[in-house]
C-alpha cells in the first residue's frame, strides 16, 4: 500500500523533532566533536538552534523523495520553501517575544521548535497538493539547500560578531 503525502509528512515532523533534539545535544555528548558540530548545535545561540531544524529537514527531504518525490513536480521547490520559512522564523518569534515580554524562558524556545517545524512541514504539504504551484528547476533548489547546508557549516566556524550568533549564556560565537 502507498502511503499519502499527509503520511510522510507526519513522519518527517516526527524525525525533525526527534533528531533535532538530539542534535541539541550531541555536540556536548560526543566530547565537542568537531564533525558533529558542522550539523548540531554548538552553542546556545538563536543560530545554533536553526541548525536543529534544516539538518534533520534536509536529510528527511533526502529520504522522502526517494518514495514519493517524483508524484510531485514541485517537490523540492516546496521542500526549500517549507525550510527556509521554518528556519527563518525561529528568529523572528524568538526576537518578537524576547523583545516584547523582556525574558528568554527555555520552554518557549523548545515550543518555539516544534512550531516552526510543524509550519514548515504544513507549508510543503500546501505547497506539493497546489497545482498552481510549479518548480521550474528542481535541481536549483537542491542546490540552494546545499549552499544553505554549507553556509551553517562556514559560520559554526567562522560567525559573524552579531547577537543572532552569540550564546547569551557564555557571550561566545561558534565552535571555540
Keep these: 500500500m502507498k502511503k499519502s503525502l499527509s503520511f510522510w509528512q507526519f513522519v518527517g515532523f516526527v524525525f525533525t523533532s526527534v533528531v533535532g533534539t538530539l ?12 564533525i558533529v558540530g558542522l550539523f548540531s548545535a554548538v552553542n546556545e545561540s538563536i543560530f545554533e538552534h536553526m541548525k536543529l531544524l534544516f539538518f534533520p529537514m534536509f536529510l528527511f527531504a533526502i529520504i522522502e523523495a526517494k518514495y514519493i518525490g517524483e508524484e510531485y513536480d514541485n517537490f523540492w521547490c516546496a521542500k526549500l520553501v517549507g525550510i527556509l520559512v521554518g528556519v527563518g522564523l525561529i528568529p523572528v518569534i524568538y526576537y518578537t517575544y524576547t523583545g516584547i515580554f523582556g525574558v528568554n524562558a527555555d520552554w518557549f524556545n523548545i515550543i518555539i521548535f516544534f512550531i516552526t517545524t510543524a509550519i514548515s512541514y504544513i507549508v510543503e504539504t500546501r505547497l506539493m497538493k497546489n497545482d498552481r504551484c510549479r518548480c521550474i528547476q528542481p535541481n536549483l533548489a537542491k542546490f540552494i539547500m546545499v549552499m544553505v547546508a554549507a553556509v551553517f557549516i562556514v559560520f559554526t566556524f567562522f560567525p559573524p560578531k552579531i547577537p543572532l550568533f552569540k ?8 565552535i571555540q
Design 23 to 34: 542534535l541539541h545535544f550531541l555536540y556536548e555528548w560526543t566530547g565537542e566533536s568537531v
Design 167 to 174: 550564546d547569551p549564556m557564555t557571550g561566545t560565537y561558534g
